[in-house]
């Protein structure tokens, strides 16, 4: 007697309950099987672009499975795709706040030991990056517990925070050490995972994970670059000022990454007339109180005279303040286009550099 369908693949379920034959789903199909039905359900504009990202070898095993399937019935896509999707959830929650965060939010929304039975298989293959158990520490206590390390190990720790907390914990040492940890992280290439575990011991119980084998890289130019462009402008003048003196090519190389209020005459009339669209007046009135006459002109020269005209009265009328409103002001008004840039809404052409735009 000819075998049935279902004695011929034993994976497809039958009957039951939809909820039991999701599980009875997930549990018998393999990782492969899945992938190659995940694929299939996306489509195969989708499915060309993800094989761009993978090996030969698994494109093959995946075409080989994918070539298996004789169909797909609608219980098993939707198992596959809700197990893909609480799979992503949980991966994002895990980058976000690191593994325990990912399982308390996960626990609230799927309950304890669906969360658990998530976790367990991401971290199963999961490379978690160094420092993760300190990614939700507030940067203040961080600071106490490191300030007094070595320049280096500071240094490595910083490459490996968000670049916010980073530059919290950068503008709070003390002014020796500030440009020494700036300039070590700007050095920085790869560090050895001996090394890491070794950093990672010293803080102690705060240990959550082992780093991967694999050498990790971290810190360079452009990560000192995002730091600096968030810490306080009288921090970030400190240290440019100190490396100029100690390594003025690296000084040259990471001012010319990044973007300081003055640098607004590098901007094109139609950009800086968006920006003064998104400015406070007061906030503009603060911030070319201590600028040239040339970053001054550049700013009249976008505005109706009208404007212009009571933007000096207030500047006149505003009388002495103090350097660090000055500073304040200039840094909102960086921070609006540092995001337009992002948006794509202007360009920034960095200082030194001789781009044609099209």
Known sequence: MAKSKIQENPDVMVGGTPGAKKASVKKQLSGRQKAAIFLVTLGSEIASEIFKHLREDEIEALTFEIARLESVDSDMREAVLQEFQELMMAQNFITSGGIDYARELLEKSLGSQKAVDIINRLTSSLQVRPFDFIRRTDPTHLLNFIQQEHPQTIALILAYLEPNKASIILSSLPHDKQSDVAKRIATMDRTSPEVLREVERVLEKKLSTLSSEDY??????EAIVEILNLVDRSTEKTIIESLEEEDPELAEDIKKRMFVFEDIVLLDDRAIQKVLREVDTQELSKALKAVDSEVQDKIFRNMSKRAAQLLKEDME???????????????????????????????????????MVV
């Open 317 to 355: 009328y505003m009388g002495p303040i103090r350097l660090k409103d000055v500073e304040e002001a200039q840094q909102k008004i960086v921070s609006i286009i540092r995001k337009l840039e992002e948006q794509g809404e202007i360009v920034v052409a960095r200082s030194g550099e001789d781009e």
């Open 216 to 221: 990790t890289a971290a810190g360079g130019v």
